[in-house]
Every structure is written in C-alpha cells, then in structure tokens.
C-alpha cells in the first residue's frame, strides 16, 4: 500500500495568497504536485482586515492548487505574520516521574505546559511554544530528553503570541474558504525550513524574509532560535515610494521596481533613460535611472537599518557568524543584498528554497522575472517552508483530502506549468 502522505501549506501573504500541495512519501521526499496564487484582498500589513476578501483570494489560491494536483484538500498548514505578533524566551522546570527516573513523553509535555504559563492579556493567544534545549539535572543542550535518566527536567523555550482578534481573523477566512488549519505557523519559522541550512542555524544565523507589507525577522544559534520579530515594512512601501515620486500608478511603479530598480545608487554603473506612464495613465515620461534609484535607496536603507537596530536590540551580532539570509520578494530587488551587507556590516545572501526550480521553463513573464531571467525563488519561501515544517514537527502530518482523481505524473507537471504559466500572465 502507498505510504505517500499529502500535506498543504497556505501562505497568507500580503501580496499574495500561495497554496502548496505535497506529496511526501516515505522516505520524506518531497514532490509538489499543486500550486495556486491569487493576488492578495482583505489583509493590510500581513493582518486580515477583511475575512470575507481574503477568503475569496484563499479560495481562488487552493481551489487553482488543488485542480493542479487533482486532490481535494480538507486542511492545510497555514503561514502567520503581522506586527502583532511578538516573542519571549521561557523557562519550564519539573521533577521526573516513575520509579526508574526516565524521562518520558509525559514529562516533556509537563515541562513544556510549565513553560507556557507567561504574563498573557486577554487580547494575546500563543501560537508556538518551541523547545530551544532541555536540561537534566544541569546538563544543558539536551535535544531530545526522552529516555534519558535524571530527577529534574527542565526545558528553554521560545513562545511566539500575538493578538487573539487577528489569529481568530486570519483562522476564520481560512475556515469560511471550506478548510480546516492544521496549525498556524510563523511566517519566517516556516521560511526558515525551506532557506536555512542545518549548519547555518547551529552556526548562529539571521533570517529576514521581505515580503510586500511585513519585513519577518528570526534569529538562530547553536541550532536554537534566540528571537523573533515582525517589522510593519514590505516591498508594497517601495512600490508606493515609486508612484509617489515618480506620479505614476501603483501598477506601473510595480513594474518598473522589478524590471529596473535597484537598492543603491552605488550600484548603478550607466544612467539610462527609461519610459514611465504618468498618472493619468495614457501618456509617458522619461525618468533616469539615477533618479528612480535615489527614490528606492532611502526607503531600502530603512528597512535594513531596521533589521540592524533589531539585531543590536538583542544582543544577537556576536552570534551570527554565518550572516543574514535574506529572503521574500522584495529580496529580489537588485543590489539587495549588497546593501543589507553595508548595513548590518555582516555578510548576506539571497535565501532560495528548493523544490520549485522546474518553473524556470515557465514563468517567463517579463515583469515578474528580471531582464536576467532570475526565478522569483524567494516569493515562495514560506510556502515550501510550511510542508518541511509539518514534516518535521507534526505527529500526523497528513492533510485531509476529500477526493482524489489521481493523474499521471506528465500531465500533473504539464498542468502545473501551464496553470503557473498564466498565473504569472494574469497576475500583472
Ligand atoms: N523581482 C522582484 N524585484 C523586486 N521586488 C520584487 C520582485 N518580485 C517581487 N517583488 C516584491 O516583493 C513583494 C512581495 O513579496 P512576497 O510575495 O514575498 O510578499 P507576501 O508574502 O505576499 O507579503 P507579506 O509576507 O509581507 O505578507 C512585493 O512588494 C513585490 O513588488
Ligand atoms: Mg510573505
């Protein structure tokens, strides 16, 4: 009998709604069978503001995944973000039980419970209660306590909470989109999954994934994360910098930030002249590059002196010797990672997840994709992310499919690039 398991990963972005359909087989290899993206309605910042409009977009998102995949999905693992969310590191101390004193899964949950009980408002819900080291009888650094002996069990973990009104917000859009939430998960804990290496995360390393409306921050070290945070800034700010200061459309701002922005003027080496539609839309202007970039530049120094001010905020420096992952889609804006580098003075690069490298014979789209041919990668980090994590971290990891009409592996690759084909056509 087929051992495959199928798991779903939704990625409520404020930009855009990305379902994944997985099927994992036993082994744990991955192969992603389904994608859907709807352009984002209803969330302002990475929050919903509207359940009813980002129910649609949800809707839109895995009903396109699911066609891919010929698989009804009944629950999926969902992505979180928004400023409103926040962190704290809690201790968690209990006496092993049973006479032979082994630690037992009975005692981790105890510890683990110990551990949860924090100073919450009535307005505040946790989402995460992540182990970062148990300790026995003082010996730290334990990963795995179960079946080890000792009196006193002890645990160090990283609790991740935000406002009940907007996780209630986010969990009832998903609902009235027909689909139950495996678990909710942090945004940049799941783009972890798909970016990171193990080395760099027991290394002490920063992640920073840029989206269009959240810049999501996570820092690991010795394996363990150390924190977490969501700044209220995104891609979608540069793109309003552009129409602002350019007088031109949102959309064409859009545009012209992909096709030719850059972060710093440094990184210009020829000023050229490029057409740009003014604001009322039906006639053109010439802008420099010079001067597109001079509008770009502040904004991306913000955002990276931001993450800098985080990184010192926590005392976290000294413990990122393998640097800055940046991640998302506004980490593809050329000179990104050059810039974030001056910044925070730590060395950076672009974090891209696998599983997704076969849409580079499709998405040819000429706004979405960079003159030099670049796969947008990043934009889909969270939502690999989303499927590695419920691999790894959930007991029961299988998603509840509702019907199957299995097709052959050629026409589900063949319906996969076509449908990502004209999502990138439809989406600008
Ligand atoms: N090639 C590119 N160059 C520059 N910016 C890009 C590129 N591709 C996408 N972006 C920008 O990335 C942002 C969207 O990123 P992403 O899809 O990761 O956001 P999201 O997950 O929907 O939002 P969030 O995580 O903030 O809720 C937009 O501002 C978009 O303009
Ligand atoms: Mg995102």
């Not at 099927?23 to 993206?37: A, F, M, P, S, T």
């Not at 503001?49 to 699911?66: H, L, P, R, T």
């Not at 889609?329 to 950076?348: E, K, N």
Request: include cysteine; proline fraction near 3%; glycine fraction near 10%.
């Amino acid at each position: 009998m087929s051992q495959t398991k199928v798991i779903a990963g939704l990625d409520v972005g404020t930009k855009k709604i990305c379902a994944l359909i997985a099927e994992v087989n036993q082994d744990d290899k991955i192969e992603i069978v389904g994608l859907g993206i709807a352009p984002s309605d209803g969330l302002r910042k990475g929050i919903v503001v509207d359940i009813d409009k980002a129910s649609n977009s949800i809707s839109e998102a895995v009903k396109k995944a699911e066609r891919m995949a010929g698989i009804e999905v009944g629950s999926v693992y969902v992505g979180i973000a928004g400023s409103h969310i926040n962190s704290v590191n809690s201790h968690g101390v209990v006496a092993v039980t049973g006479s032979n004193k082994e630690v037992k899964e009975s005692d981790i949950e105890r510890v683990m419970e110990a551990a949860r009980v924090i100073p919450l408002s009535q307005e505040e819900k946790i989402i995460h209660v992540i182990p970062r080291e148990f300790i026995i009888d003082g010996t730290k650094g334990i990963k795995q306590p179960q079946g080890m002996s000792g009196v006193r069990l002890e645990v160090e973990t990283h609790i991740v909470k935000g406002s009940t009104t907007s996780i209630n917000n986010l969990v009832k859009s998903v609902e009235k989109a027909g689909l139950e939430v495996n678990e909710l998960v942090l945004d940049q804990l799941a783009s972890s999954y798909s970016v990171l290496s193990n080395d760099e995360k027991e290394l002490g390393v920063a992640l920073v994934d840029i989206g269009g409306g959240t810049t999501d921050f996570i820092v690991f070290h010795e394996g363990n994360i150390k924190y977490t945070s969501v700044l209220p800034v995104g891609g979608n700010h540069v793109s309003n910098d552009i129409a602002v200061g350019l007088r031109t459309p949102i959309s064409e701002a859009e545009k012209i930030k992909i096709l030719h922005g850059i972060a710093s003027c440094d990184e210009i080496d020829e000023d050229q002249k490029i057409d740009v539609l003014k604001a009322s839309g039906n006639e053109k202007q010439k802008i420099s590059k010079n001067y597109l970039c001079q509008v770009i530049e502040p904004r991306m120094e913000e955002m990276f002196s931001m993450v800098e001010r985080e990184i010192k905020k926590t005392g976290t420096k000294d413990m990122t010797p393998a640097g800055l992952v940046i991640t998302g889609g506004a980490s593809l804006l050329d000179g990104s990672c050059s810039l974030a580098s001056q910044i925070t003075g730590l060395p950076v690069r672009l974090g891209e997840p696998d599983y997704i490298s076969g849409f580079s014979d499709v998405i040819d789209n000429p706004v979405y994709v960079k003159k030099d041919g670049r796969i947008p990668t990043p934009v889909f980090s969270t939502g690999v992310g989303l499927i590695i994590y419920a691999i790894n971290n959930s007991k029961s990891v299988s998603t509840h499919t509702k019907k199957r009409n299995k097709r052959n592996n050629k026409e589900i690759v063949n319906s996969f690039f076509n449908k990502l084909k004209t999502f990138f056509d439809d989406f600008f």
